[in-house]
């Protein structure tokens, strides 16, 4: 079946998967926790993340069981406890402030495992 709207033609059955999916971001975004924070900026990218980690982000993180310290790709950070709309908010207010356009922005919560690689 197929729904119409002003000359679309949406899959219901995907219709369907995306709001069970907007629904799930939803509840997500709720939940105060360990978050990852990808973002593309036009400009300023050290002035940006100076910014989020005065807000209390992170560029690298230490895995206890070897010492190793695992740097974060160059527009990556991490919080320790923060919603993932929150996130979202802090990204935009720090181009806000600067003046730049947020190209794109991504926050996910994460589990309490992870694994890294640095060359």
């Not at 996130?87 to 919560?109: M, Y």
Request: hydrophobic fraction near 40%.
């Amino acid at each position: 079946m197929l729904l119409i709207t002003e000359n679309h033609r949406i899959d219901k059955e995907l219709y369907n998967s995306f709001v069970f999916l907007i629904f799930n971001i939803k509840i997500m975004a709720e939940t105060t926790g360990k978050i990852v924070l990808c973002y593309d900026v036009s400009d300023k990218h050290k002035q940006v993340k100076d910014a989020l980690k005065e807000l209390g982000y992170f560029e690298s993180w230490k895995q206890l069981s070897t010492n190793t310290i695992y740097e974060m790709p160059d527009t990556t950070v991490w919080h320790e406890s923060r919603q993932v709309s929150q996130a979202l908010r802090d990204i935009t207010a720090v181009c806000t402030g600067l003046g730049i356009k947020l190209k794109k922005s991504f926050s996910v919560l994460i589990g309490s495992e992870a694994a890294g690689y640095n060359d």
